[in-house]
């Protein structure tokens, strides 16, 4: 038998031994690697729809208001929702009441004291 033809009969003989002793378990994963570099910055999106605006209007309260019975001021707010730059009645969300304080007249101011037994 020539040397070659001595080396691949071996060489096939040894082969499955080979192979079969590949098959242990795996290692154990390495350590994480470094961050990569971040990716570039995406283009910008189209611009919203315009925004409505905040009114706020004051109208003053005469005497005898129901809100106020010594006159006062009313604070409505709102958005201008048809943007006419004016606070309609149909935008108002809010309305607070401001009231004078109501004149004391002296002669008929007095203090109530109540006495109770300890």
Known sequence: MNCYKATQ?????????????????DGDNGAT????????????????SPGSVALVTQTTLLAGSDECF????????????????????SEITASTYLCNA?????????????TFAV
């Open 70 to 89: 010594d006159g006062g001021t009313r604070i409505d707010s709102g958005q201008d929702i048809n943007r006419n730059a004016v606070l309609d009645n």
């Open 9 to 25: 009969l071996a060489g096939c003989l040894l082969l499955p031994l080979v192979l079969t002793a590949c098959n242990g378990d």
């Open 33 to 48: 690697g470094a961050q990569g570099p971040s990716g570039t910055a995406g283009s910008a999106g189209a611009d919203g």
């Open 102 to 114: 109501p004149a004391v007249n002296p002669d008929n101011a007095f203090v109530r004291i109540a």
